[in-house]
């Protein structure tokens, strides 16, 4: 069952029998927020930012 859920990008939350999954893009864009954890606004624009260009978007930068 582990490595059903992995296949459908999910994350079992126990090796035998998960009763659970989160999905293994949260706990990416999590990561990528806690990387960047020091300043509330600057850390989420900053993981967002992060989050979508490892998945191949082009993020523009844009001061108004």
Known sequence: LPQVL??????????????MAVSVDLLSFYRALFERSCDAINALASALKNHYSRRGFQVTDTQV
Not at 6 to 19: D, E
């Open 6 to 19: 992995l296949h459908h990008g999910l994350f079992p939350t126990a090796p035998s029998q998960p009763r």
